[in-house]
Each structure stands twice: as C-alpha cells, then as structure tokens.
C-alpha cells in the first residue's frame, strides 16, 4: 500500500532565477491563484495518500515554516472578528499533514538536500516532489508514480517530453520502453548540449525512491558549481540496479521561471474556483 511512503520535498534554493523579487521571500512562497507554490506540492502528496512530509529548508526559509505551522495571534484575532470562513481557511493550512522542517545548513545541491531526509526517511519508499515545481493531471504525477512504485516494486521519476535546445536544463534520460509511457532507464546526463543528449526526455521533478539511493548519493562527489546532483546517484541505480522513468501526459509549471509562473496563473485559474469567485479569471486577463 501507498501508505509507508513518505514524501521529502527540497526546498532550500537560494532562487537566483527570480531576484530581485526572492531575496527576502522563498521562491516557493510566491502565490499561484490563491495559495503560495509549496501548498500547492504538499497537496500533490496529499492527494497520493502522502501524509508524512519532510520539507527541507534553509535560514533564509522561514517563512515557508510560517505558513504550514499555527499561528495563535492571527487565528484569535479572525475568531474576535468573527471571521469564521478566513480562520478555517488558516487552520486548514496547518492541519494538511505531518509535516517536519529540515534544515540543510548550505545550499550544496539537490543531491546533497536528499542525504539531509536519510534519517527522516528510515527504511521506507519515499517520492520527492521539487518546492518549485507544480505538476496537474488526473492522476496527479505524484500519485501515478506511487501506482507505478507498487506495481512493480522499483524506483520510478517523471519524465516529459522536451526541446532538444532546452536539454541544457534538465537531466536527460536514456533508456528502452517496456509499456506504454514507461521506460526502463540505462543512464541519466545532467545539462547536456543538445549534440550531446541521449533522448528528449528530460526529468521534471517528480520521483519514488528507496533508500537505496542514499548508498549512491552519499558516494557522489561535488561538481560544478560545488553542487552535489542527485542525478548522478540516479545514474548509479540504473547502472546497479533497476529504475525506470514514466512518461507524465499532464501539465508542469516551473515557478523557477518569469514565464511559467505567469502561464502558472492563467492555466490554474481557469481550472480552479478561487474562493467564491466562479467566474473564469483567466478571461479577463
């Protein structure tokens, strides 16, 4: 069953793609609709019967603490004002899931970000799901990958179809389809040029390990950067062991980007309700 898995969401990037705008505030806080981008990936989990969350943070990520833990004076003061709706809302944020903070003391990469939930995750499967990246489709993605895990007992990560002249963004797989949308993967490339990518599948942020992984990450050396890549501990499972990659037919938004985060609003607005407003909001833009 789903329901020893846990979920480890990285969350401690410093967000240069976005300054000026996230020196202060934690790029996964910026709102999309009506709730800020990391909401949006606990309820992802959520939705995978995922109740067990470690968000890894940074100092400079408090504010994302904030938002999923009570806040006793802004609670009494909507409960004087009789606010029912808005302090429902408020409680309802803190009472999502477990949700434990980790601290990754510096920001050494996604790799390193992984190792700091080794403890947390103990000896059960767990996803992880990028704080900046939010994933819609029926199933979810992450909830797809979890049917996946359960199936057939392996690791599994997301993968979409990409412009070859984006390869420089993602990790890029290489690898056989085995069923209709899913591949078993021979070997990952980080960043590649386009002449040098094995295929036009890149990663996008959605993943189902077992612990495992940490026995290849902790063997990874720092590269570029001083930055510890997750993808190389992936590359290792797929030399050593099994992993596969699906292909996700749904939508991904990188709030990482201008771009995204406005496409971000006008698609989910048009999806969602927000609040009482029926009214399709992509429409007046």
Known sequence: ???????????????????????????????????????????????????????????????????????????????????????????????????????????????????????????????????????????????????????????VFAVEKIAMEDTRRYGVMSGDKIEDSLFNVDSLVEKPEPSDAPSNLGVLGRYIFTPDIFNYQSQVNAGVGGEIQLTDAMNMTAQNNSLLAWKFSGTRFDIGTMEDWFRSHLILSHQYKWGKVIKDISEDF
């Open 1 to 155: 069953m789903a329901s020893n898995i846990k979920a480890v969401i990285p969350a401690a990037g410093l967000g240069t793609r976005f300054l000026p705008l996230t020196k202060a505030q934690p790029k996964e806080m910026l709102p999309v609709v009506d709730k800020p981008t990391i909401q949006w990936v606990v309820e992802e989990a959520i939705n995978a019967n995922i109740t067990d969350i470690a968000i890894i943070t940074g100092k400079h990520k408090a504010a994302i603490e904030n938002h999923f833990n009570p806040s006793p004076d802004l609670e009494d003061s909507l409960k004087r004002r009789g606010k029912e709706e808005d302090l429902a809302k408020v409680k309802q944020v803190s009472n999502l899931a477990n949700i434990t903070f980790i601290r990754q003391e510096s920001q050494k990469g996604l790799g390193d970000a992984i190792l700091c939930a080794k403890d947390f995750v103990g000896d059960d499967p767990f996803a992880v799901l990028l704080g900046d990246t939010i994933c819609v489709g029926n199933p979810n993605c992450t909830k797809g990958l979890v049917d996946i895990f359960n199936n057939h007992h392996q690791p």
